[in-house]
């Protein structure tokens, strides 16, 4: 039960945590408009709280060699409680860049830490215990519209007054939960932070091969999904829609894929979800009017969402006690900084005026031509699992 209590509470965290990086998805109009910038510069902020969300997780892995897991969740949630209210009030384009970029940090350092935490708090169900974790995160980005949307009847600021109050609360819940629960200590044998990254180089770059360049489309598709969505002719109310339905279907897919995770071959299956992903998206590229892409951002959605606790699964569930906490924080930081850049790319080729269809259906086809690469190389058995 103590443990049930923590996890419970990292939920609640991870919740936090994953609106901060997702709430300015639905706020690029308003910044737009409110600090007399392009799409451009608008992809940028976006880009820097991914970065900030890069940027600690090497360091954070070394500090895990160190200090207890739970010890740096805590640092990651009083981290952004502080960040959310210095975005909130911020009078200059500058000064909001900043703080996305240093609530993007607090989520580096939440999840090198905490994932790693919960595959030790239950061993034998890593696959369902992440998925449903990331459902929690999930459930953040699905409200993320419609909470912006409800906070700009007052001010869009309050949006990021409410995940500082927030992370406040759940942060102190979280270290009431972590002092009573029984802490397992896998983690005592990662002590060499660059000798475990070291060991694990192959299962590193296998990851990032498979993954990488999906996450690097998906960052920029759902950050312009409504600009997207508007570009083919949907109103702006319709265009919200779509984008709180392609992160709804992030919901169940986390649970099941997380599940599904346990069950199947680590490569093959995320090898199939990324070939699934490319193919989806290819064909939303082509689809016009309201129940096609309805059925389509649901697809993309739940394809996509599968993808994250696949490859938490694959890493976590392969790792030994000796490595883990250091390859997957090597894992992490470099993962999240190639899909950081995608927002930017993505707003650089709009603002150059590449049409949002040519700019996803060209990346399809590179990320089709991928997979095909690696189900070849996969068929030698070279690449480990």
């Not at 994932?115 to 061993?123: H, I």
């Not at 700009?152 to 500082?164: E, F, G, Q, T």
């Not at 690097?216 to 999904?225: E, P, S």
């Amino acid at each position: 039960m103590t443990r049930a209590r923590l996890f419970a509470s990292l939920c609640g965290l991870v919740f936090l945590v994953n609106l901060a990086r997702i709430v300015f998805a639905p706020l690029l109009d308003v910044f737009i408009a409110e600090f007399g910038i392009g799409e451009a510069t608008a992809g940028l902020i976006v880009t820097l709280a991914w970065v900030g969300s890069a940027s600690p997780r090497l360091p954070t892995g070394w500090i895990l060699t160190k200090v207890p897991r739970h010890h740096v969740v805590l640092v990651s949630g009083l981290v952004l409680a502080g960040s959310s209210a210095l975005a909130a009030t911020a009078t200059t384009v500058e000064h909001l860049m900043v703080g996305a970029f240093l609530m993007g940090i607090a989520s580096g350092i939440y999840f090198v830490s905490a994932n790693p935490l919960l595959s030790e708090l239950y061993p034998t169900r890593i696959g369902r215990i992440i998925g449903i974790h990331g459902a929690a995160s999930q459930i953040a980005a699905v409200i993320a519209a419609p909470f912006v949307a409800l906070t700009l009847l007052v001010d869009w600021r309050l949006s990021l007054w409410a995940i500082a109050v927030g992370a406040a609360l759940t942060t102190a819940y979280t270290w009431v939960a972590a002092r009573d629960a029984e802490l397992p200590t896998a983690g005592d044998a990662d002590r060499d932070f660059v000798a475990g990254a070291l060991s694990e180089w192959k299962l590193i770059v296998t990851a990032l091969a498979i993954v990488g360049a999906a996450s690097f489309v998906w960052q920029g598709l759902f950050n312009f999904y409504e600009l997207y969505m508007q570009s083919k002719g949907l109103s702006d109310w319709a265009a919200g829609m779509m984008l709180t339905i392609i992160f709804a279907a992030g919901v169940p897919a986390f649970f099941f894929g997380g599940d599904l995770a346990d069950r199947f071959p680590h490569v093959p299956y995320l090898l199939g979800i990324v070939g699934a992903f490319a193919t989806s998206l290819l064909v939303l590229t082509q689809v016009e009017g309201l129940i096609g892409l309805i059925v389509l951002s649901t697809v993309v959605g739940f394809i996509i969402h599968a993808l994250f606790p696949a490859i938490d699964t694959y890493l976590l569930d392969t790792l030994p006690d000796s490595t883990r906490g250091s390859a997957y924080a090597v894992f992490s930081s470099t993962w999240m900084l190639m899909q950081a850049l995608g927002s930017s790319a993505v707003g650089s080729l709009v603002e150059r005026g590449y049409a949002y269809d040519t700019v996803f259906a060209s990346a399809a086809v590179v990320l089709g031509a991928m997979v095909v690469v690696l189900v070849l190389v996969e068929r030698t058995g070279r690449l480990p699992g």
